[in-house]
């Protein structure tokens, strides 16, 4: 993910989020469709992870938009049917929030690229189970581990695994020589107060 910049790190010159938060990272997992052998491996990763932690599973579900690519690279190799779940329904046509068959008590997994608040992903989720659905369990590419994502799926009981996390991305990044050790603080002090963090010296 560092080497095709679907992660950008930048303690001294943070990125500013949508929800308006400053942050010295900056995940773009879209980029992971344009890299051929990447793409393959996540896809091979993810459907390895789902066979072993979800064998139940008889749907899989994307989330759009971000998921919805690697959610059907996944479907395709484990011959399971797919579907996608809007942020809100759509406001013409049927008004659906759900595209594709979903028949009723279906064991759904839901798939993510990027994992936050939780927020929209345990939305997502939530859209499912009141069409009828069994969500068994989600599986993102990369989760920011923040205590409060990690507590919202815990009090939604849906079991949450990733391919890699904040943690392990600090890791590989210090261990490459892409950050400096003198950064590590700041990056792991801006994952747990990521709110009210505003830059290096905050």
Known sequence: MLDIKAVLLSPDEPFTWAS???SPIYC????????PKFRSDVADYMVELISDKFP??????GVATGAIAIGALVAERMDKPFIYIRPKP?????GS???????????VVVIEDLISTGMSSLGAADA?????????GMVAVFSYNFPKARKAFENANIELHTLSNYDTLIDCAIESGYVSESDLDVLRDWRFRPD?????NS
Not at 97 to 105: M, V
Request: net charge positive; charged share 25%; hydrophobic share 40%.
């Open 97 to 107: 929030q759900i595209e594709g068959e979903l028949p009723h008590g279906a064991n």
């Open 20 to 22: 308006g938060w400053k």
């Open 196 to 200: 009210v963090w505003t830059g290096k």
């Open 56 to 61: 139940s599973v008889e749907i899989i579900a």
């Open 128 to 136: 499912a189970i009141r069409a009828g659905a069994n969500v068994i």
């Open 28 to 35: 773009d997992n879209r980029k992971i469709l344009s890299y």
């Open 90 to 94: 759509k406001d013409h046509g049927t």
